[in-house]
């Protein structure tokens, strides 16, 4: 799987999104299989659309070690998987209870809470399964894709820890700390885990690693605070979710900490110390480069 430099951004980005959703359609039960309602809810909420940013991250990361890393979007399709249960789980009546998701109604209000819900617990446990069964690597490669997905996705600095503090932030006193420990848990840890499954699929050294790492933890936050600034300047249509919602939850949010403008020029910042994570990389790591630019500068 080799990245031609004569293929622009959006080309590149529209082609690993075709290679991703082939590999899930291949991973997730079809409809009609029994029990076809949950894998109905299942396949409405994955195949809703999406710029599967964290599955092409991984691949891009693979490609800046290996020019050729074959096979490495099925590792990718474990952080679509788990990204997706996130999803439907947030959008719960408990959680944020959300309406809308990826331009259509969530999932919860097309199959019920309780469907919903499994269908979630579905996919978490389905990412697992793919990384457990992936072909043409090691044992030990596999184990450290776990370990890297199950930390990330966890109560300590991952995504599951991120979300309760920021349930429990909401209506509390906006402060840096708290927006720290929100965003580089609930969306960072992800991020950089997509980067790091995707080197340690293609061998990256240790040096190698720490340096995806780096990047990762960049994009990450590059990442939540466009994410936090498009909810207050963009609308629902443009957004596929329901926009102005974390000021209306009174949610703590770069914004509402640092406001709109000094949270662009943060953006900025890690934008460009994403780009000089991957100085040892030269030009392998392109397409990484460009991920960061196109998170930073997206409009939805």
């Known amino acids: 799987m080799t990245q031609s430099p004569e293929i622009g951004l959006q080309e590149f980005l529209a082609a690993q999104v075709q290679l991703v959703d082939s590999a899930l359609q291949q991973w997730v039960p079809e409809e ?16 809703a659309g999406g710029k599967r940013i964290r599955p092409i991250l991984a691949i891009a990361a693979a490609t800046s ?53 499994l269908a979630g617990d579905a996919l978490l446990t389905l990412a697992f ?9 090691s044992a030990e490669q596999k184990i450290r894709m ?12 991952g ?3 991120g979300q309760v503090n920021d349930i429990e932030g909401e209506r509390k006193k906006a402060t840096a700390a708290l927006l720290d420990s929100i965003h580089r848990a609930k969306t960072g840890a992800l991020l950089r885990a997509s980067v790091r499954i995707g080197g340690i699929y293609a061998g990256a050294t240790p040096d190698q690693l720490a340096a995806l790492s780096a990047y990762g933890e960049h994009i990450g936050l590059a990442f939540q605070i466009i994410d ?27 914004p509402a900490v640092y406001g709109l403008e000094r949270s662009r020029i943060m953006a900025e910042e890690e934008r460009l110390a994403a780009h000089a994570a991957l100085a040892s990389f030269g030009n392998r790591a392109e397409r990484l480069r460009q991920i960061a630019d196109f998170i930073v500068q997206r409009k939805a």
């Open 228 to 254: 936090d600034v498009l909810d207050i300047e963009e609308s629902s249509e443009a957004l596929g979710k329901t926009a102005g919602k974390d000021q209306a939850q009174q949610k703590i949010t770069f």
């Open 159 to 161: 995504m599951i820890g």
């Open 129 to 137: 399964e793919v990384l457990s069964r992936l072909p043409a690597i």
């Open 65 to 117: 070690i290996s020019g050729e890393t074959s096979g490495v979007e099925n590792a990718a399709c474990a952080l679509e998987l788990v990204h997706t249960y996130s999803l439907i789980h947030d959008d719960l009546p408990a959680l944020d209870n959300d309406d809308l998701r990826r331009g259509r109604p969530t999932c919860h209000k097309v199959f019920g809470e309780a469907m919903a819900i």
């Open 32 to 47: 009609t299989v029994d029990p076809s309602s949950i894998h109905r809810a299942m396949r409405y909420s994955l195949f």
């Open 146 to 157: 776990v370990e890297e997905l199950s930390r990330a996705a966890g109560t300590v600095g």
